[in-house]
């Protein structure tokens, strides 16, 4: 399709860089940069992990391919390759729920941030973030780095035909243990019938 084909943007979503070390933001260039442009086809199963990998040092189409940077794990804060790149699909999530994406596989990190809030999904070898495009047309993510922010953006050549779709933070509560729980709630209407999907997250305490 021609780029003004594109003509109707479903979601868009945005979370802070923050004070990001050069060797993360190098990481989220390179996931950005895979991200950017993909087209999922009406009732394509999506996996960014297939899509932004492999998570080797080798670069791809002229990007920077992946380094080491830091991650969270039941230690805190480690030494990792590919360290940062949750922030790609912690910011597609939201913005898929919110275009009528059906999230079939996300994972909550294992600690809180509340650049997420309780929209985050975390991945690793093994750990995907995955939704498929339930509309009878395909749809482009775009993805880009502007302003200190990570963007995503679903974009049709269609406007959704969904009655409403609603996305909601249900609860975002801390526990007396420093612990978290949060549930979000995404609620898509079609002619009268209503689907309900719910993704809940336990947070540990950072040590």
Known sequence: ??????????????????????????????????????????YELFSILKVI?????????GDEGYGWGFGYTAEGEVKMFAGGICQVPSTLFKAAAQAGMLVVQRTAHFYYSANYGSWDAT?????????????????????????????????????????SINCETVYDR??????????VRQTVVLKGRTRVREYSSHYEQKP
Do not use: C
């Not at 979503?13 to 009406?42: F, M």
């Not at 093994?126 to 880009?144: C, M, Q, Y």
């Not at 801390?174 to 549930?183: A, I």
């Open 174 to 183: 801390q526990n007396s243990d420093g612990s978290r729980d949060g549930l």
């Open 123 to 163: 991945i690793s070898e093994g750990v995907d973030f995955t939704f498929r495009n339930l509309f009878n047309f395909p749809v482009k993510i775009e993805a880009e780095i502007k302003d200190n922010q990570v963007w995503t953006r679903i974009r049709s050549p269609k406007a959704g035909y969904y009655d």
């Open 1 to 42: 399709m021609k780029e003004q084909d594109w003509q109707y943007t479903l979601s868009e979503n945005s979370t802070s860089l923050g004070q990001s070390s050069e060797a993360r933001l190098k990481n989220i260039r390179t996931a950005v940069h895979r991200l950017n442009g993909k087209v999922v086809i009406p």
């Open 53 to 61: 990998g492999p998570l080797s040092e080798q670069p791809r189409e």
